[in-house]
Nanobody, 115 residues
Framework: QVQLVETGGGLVQAGGSLGLSCAAS??????MGWFRQAPGKEREFVAA???????YYADSVKGRFTISRDIAKNTVYLQMNSLKPEDTAVYYC???????????WGQGTQVTVSS
């Protein structure tokens, strides 16, 4: 069964940290990444990492979030530090053959940052 399963969301105060994990099963892709969607807004790119561990970040999270990948475990992680209320969103894990072409999506996990 092809699936991505996210874990690690929750509630945190501004300035705090959270870590997200996403385990892939039944497939593999060159690129894995994270997107997020806040209420009333469109889904936006957060970060991605290729098979060679080259990573990409949205400007809004650069320097605060770190994406990493364990290829042996087929798992991608997102460490989020210095969280802000505007980081509140449902975070989705995604996988694809190349950056900009994600074809497998997780169910999402809620991240809420209180002020």
């Amino acid at each position: 069964q092809v699936q991505l399963v996210e874990t690690g969301g929750g509630l945190v105060q501004a300035g705090g940290s959270l870590g997200l994990s996403c385990a892939a099963s039944g497939f593999s892709r060159n690129v894995m990444g994270w997107f997020r969607q806040a209420p009333g807004k469109e889904r936006e790119f957060v970060a991605a990492i290729a098979w060679n561990r080259i990573s990409y970040y949205a400007d809004s999270v650069k320097g605060r979030f770190t994406i990493s990948r364990d290829i042996a475990k087929n798992t991608v992680y997102l460490q989020m530090n210095s969280l802000k209320p505007e980081d509140t969103a449902v975070y989705y894990c995604a996988a694809g053959v190349q950056l900009g072409s994600f074809d497998v999506w997780g169910q999402g996990t809620q991240v809420t940052v209180s002020s």
